[in-house]
């Protein structure tokens, strides 16, 4: 069986890495994109199985990135995890509103993390 998926989009190097290591250590394939025009653009390529997403990134925001891949047919199905250090309820409640599938608030416990990865991708 291959390997699911999953698209990481986040302009922090240091907690790609982090997702990374925690995602391959239990058997997912990792993708990356440090802003959010790359990620449309790996999510289109990559097919995903599932994608993380940062809200505050240069170039395209996370709440952009959303608006597209969910108006896209190619990609509207993807689920889409938001992880971001925005706390704010209007930030969570937007998110939702776009499409996003789930919200977690930085920093993300491993545990939290492969929760929420296994609900998405082991239906």
Do not use: C, W
């Not at 959303?66 to 047919?73: E, F, G, N, R, W």
């Not at 995890?81 to 969570?92: H, L, N, R």
Request: glycine share 6%.
């Amino acid at each position: 069986m291959m390997a699911k998926k999953i698209l990481v989009v986040d302009d922090e190097v240091e907690f790609i890495d982090a997702i990374r290591t925690i995602l391959n250590a239990h058997g997912y394939d990792i993708v990356e994109a440090y802003n959010g025009h790359e990620g449309v653009v790996m999510a289109k390529k990559s097919s995903p199985n599932m994608i993380l997403l940062d809200l505050s990134m240069p170039v395209v925001s996370g709440f952009d990135v959303l608006t597209q891949l969910k108006s896209d047919p190619r990609t509207s199905h993807i689920p889409v995890v938001v992880i971001t250090a925005q706390s704010d309820i209007e930030y969570a409640f937007d998110a939702g509103k776009l499409g996003a599938n789930d919200y977690m608030i930085k920093p993300v416990g491993m545990e939290g993390l492969l929760e929420l990865v296994n609900k998405y991708l082991n239906y």
